[in-house]
């Protein structure tokens, strides 16, 4: 099967197998779309069972990064790489280097920084030889500032949903309270919620329940919990035919990337009676935070402002979709194709947000 016949494939500009022999690296970098600037989106290195899945992976990711970034208002489109390995037992120095070179050579079509398996000190190495990276110590570890529009977003549902203006006293299940996890629950807990959590790793359980009051239970009671919102930080995929049904919460509004399984399960959730905030409407903090070195313009409390614009982008979403009788997740998609197709009009340094 070619590129092209792959389910995930939506016309991406250019999609690059990278290989090299001296370093045994295999890696994919999907461009999706630079009508609105260059290409930016992290890079994850993940033990892929086949070439196949990772294919998959990446064209689902960088087309996330387009919405995410055309919807969050930066002048970037979006793309995504992935590293077929381990990163607990494959990464080398000479493994990542040899990966930034390809990044290079692309000449700024496209800027990289960490993801999963792939953090701020890898992203360092990369900037030795490639100009291209972003989300480096100049504007700090993105996940609280993805945090943060988490929140927004879970405070634009409950106005929708409920006609609140406070998160106080709401229950939310977090699943996944790893680097974006822990930061929802210290601000749930700040804004007087109630914190529910499941994470295979037990030390960063241990830590929101010492913390921020949290409740934990194992990770597959997570979605059955009953909680007024129920917020995937953990893996993709979350939103399937065999969760879906578990769900109590009326609301989903989570960071995690591509969190329904596929489309056809955000009808599911509309069947069911559930508010989903779109994960990449919602999870943009980092990226308006990161961005930060793109554009080589850094003022944090620039970057708390329009994160708190993500309210309003989420709560726009959830009355288009009402009085449409659509869903969220397609409203959110069609609005960035617009802003997309709106950007194919004018050139790159014309695009103002
Ligand atoms: P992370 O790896 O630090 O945290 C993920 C946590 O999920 C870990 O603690 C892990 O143990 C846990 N986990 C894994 N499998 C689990 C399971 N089956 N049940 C419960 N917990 C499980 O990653 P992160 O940076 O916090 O990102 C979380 C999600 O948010 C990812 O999907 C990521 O792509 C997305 N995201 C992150 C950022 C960011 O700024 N870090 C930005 C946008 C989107």
Redesign the pocket.
């Known amino acids: 099967m070619s590129v092209f016949d792959n389910s995930e494939y939506d016309n991406h500009e250019q999609v690059l197998f990278c290989r090299d022999v001296a370093s045994d690296l295999f890696a994919i970098i999907a461009i999706h779309d630079t009508t609105l600037g260059p290409a930016a989106g992290?890079c994850?290195m993940w033990p892929y069972a086949t070439v196949g899945d990772a294919a998959f992976d990446v064209l689902r990711?960088s087309r996330a990064m387009s919405y995410?970034n055309a919807l969050a208002g930066l002048p970037l489109g979006g793309g995504k790489a992935v590293i077929i390995g381990d990163p607990f037992k494959d990464k080398s120095e000479k493994l990542l280097t040899s990966f930034a070179r390809f990044i290079q050579r692309l000449g700024g079509q496209y800027y990289t920084a960490?993801?999963?398996?792939i953090g701020v000190k890898d992203v360092e190495i990369f900037a030795r030889v490639c100009d291209y990276v972003f989300g480096l110590t100049k504007t700090g570890?993105?996940?609280?500032?993805?945090?943060l529009g988490c929140l927004h977003g879970m405070r634009a549902a409950v106005k929708h949903k409920f006609g609140r203006d406070t998160l106080k006293g709401f229950t939310v299940a977090v699943?996944?309270?790893?680097?974006?996890?822990?930061f929802v629950c210290k601000y749930l807990y700040e804004a007087g919620a109630r914190c529910i959590v499941?994470?295979?790793?037990s030390e960063?359980v241990a830590h929101v329940v010492e913390n921020y009051g949290a409740k934990a239970v194992a990770?597959g009671e997570?979605y059955s919990q009953e909680a007024d919102i129920f917020s995937?930080?953990?893996?993709?995929g979350?939103l399937n035919d065999n969760t879906i049904p578990q769900l109590k919460a009326g609301i989903v509004a989570?960071?995690?990337?591509?969190?329904l399984a596929e489309a056809r399960h955000g009808k599911m959730l509309h069947d069911r009676g559930i508010l989903y905030a779109p994960?990449?409407v919602i999870?943009?903090?980092?990226?308006l935070?990161?961005s930060g070195d793109i554009f080589g313009h850094y003022d944090v409390n620039e970057v708390k402002k329009r994160i708190s614009g993500l309210y309003d982008a989420a709560l726009r979403i959830f009355e288009t979709a009402q009085q449409e009788g659509r869903l969220t997740s397609e409203v959110a998609d069609d609005l960035a194709r617009q802003k997309i197709a709106a950007g194919k009009t004018r050139k790159h340094d014309e695009i103002r947000f």
Do not use: H, W
């Open positions: 992290g994850r990711l995410k960490e993801d999963i398996g570890d993105p996940s609280p500032f993805t945090a699943q996944g309270v790893g680097k974006v996890g822990q499941a994470d295979v790793n960063a990770s997570i995937p930080c953990a893996m993709g979350v989570g960071a995690a990337n591509n969190q994960d990449y999870n943009a903090g980092g990226m935070n990161a």
